[in-house]
């Protein structure tokens, strides 16, 4: 009997981003579960359901829409509402999570040394590595799930902890950053609403109105400036991009003064990132690290960033007109 194999180029119809989705609603189910078990949270039961219907917007609304005849993105949109209720009525508190002793932990540490950041870096090195077409067809996404997975796994056995701390120690850091953790996920959805919705129009009309268009430095600048500003208020570069793309690089610096798209959109991007750096709204970002810190100011990150993202938003608008107009 001849023996069939699968080629690392093929995976993706084995491996799909559903796979991916199943994992994430999974451990959000485990993070509800110990919270309703958690007696030590004063507010459990808005805490583990939060989590619990996150999970299902992960995996599960597709199978509530076969039930109830509803669409699943309704559905889905039902239970982002429930999840702003349960925020707006300040049902999210934090619990017990098994956690080692102080010096147990400085104990730990201090063994396994710079061990500690192999399963960290594993992260961004598998995700490289899964994604390279040379070597798998999963893509990024795919490729970042299953780098968790064996990263996880990695934790094992270089800590030997045991699983059940790791979704404490999870449940832990979601706590920490609370209803933060789904804010870049609702924004970049936001993005493509917006887009959606004619605004990148809007803001054609409302630069051409302000702006000299007929100056390429002039345009250069709002590109970039638009890109931050946005960036700003909705956290996410990429849903900013869509918005300012069409509104401005486009139209003004592309069609207008023949700008190479090669060049300004990157660029783009890259102011769009100095907005990022600003931001409370990129919480990942900015407002997590302040979490997982215990800082006592939780916009010292954004402070200490404020500075370097205006210098280099300048720089992006003089490399953005000097290379691509």
């Not at 829409?65 to 049902?91: C, N």
Request: hydrophobic share 60%.
């Amino acid at each position: 009997m001849k023996e069939e194999s699968i080629s690392l180029l093929q995976l993706k119809s084995v491996i799909t981003l559903d796979y991916v989705y199943i994992f994430c609603a999974i451990y959000l189910l485990i993070f509800g579960i110990l919270t309703i078990v958690d007696r030590k949270n004063p507010k459990r039961i808005g805490t583990a359901v939060f989590w619990i219907v996150y999970a299902i917007t992960f995996y599960g609304c597709d199978h509530l829409a076969k039930l109830t005849g509803l669409a699943a993105g309704e559905i889905a949109g039902w239970l982002v509402i429930l999840m702003a209720v349960i925020v707006a009525t300040k049902q999210l508190g934090k619990g017990e999570y098994k956690e080692a002793a102080p010096a147990a932990k400085l104990a730990a540490a201090t063994r396994l040394g710079n061990l500690l950041f192999i399963p960290v870096l594993g992260v961004g090195v598998l995700t490289f590595f899964i994604a390279w077409p040379r070597i798998t067809d999963l893509g990024a996404l795919i490729g970042f799930g299953v780098a968790a997975l064996l990263s996880l796994l990695l934790v094992f056995l270089i800590t030997r902890g045991s699983p059940l701390q790791s979704f404490h120690e999870g449940r832990r850091l979601l706590d920490a950053i609370g209803w933060a953790a789904i804010l870049s996920q609702l924004l970049a959805a936001l993005g493509t609403l917006f887009d959606k919705a004619g605004i990148g129009g809007t803001v054609s009309y409302i630069v051409a109105q302000i702006v000299p268009t007929h100056i390429g430095f002039a345009v250069a600048a709002a590109y970039c400036i638009g890109m931050a500003f946005f960036t700003v208020i909705m956290g996410n570069a990429f849903a900013a991009f869509a918005v300012m793309t069409t509104g401005i690089g486009i139209p003004l610096a592309i069609q207008l003064h023949h700008a190479n798209p090669l060049i300004v959109a990157p660029i783009a991007m890259l102011a769009g990132y100095c907005g990022t750096l600003m931001t409370p709204m990129a919480a990942n970002f900015n407002i997590v690290p302040a979490a997982l810190l215990e800082m006592d100011n939780k916009y010292g990150v954004i402070k200490a960033q404020i500075p370097m993202a205006l210098i280099m938003l300048c720089v992006n608008i003089l490399l953005m007109y000097f290379l691509g107009f």
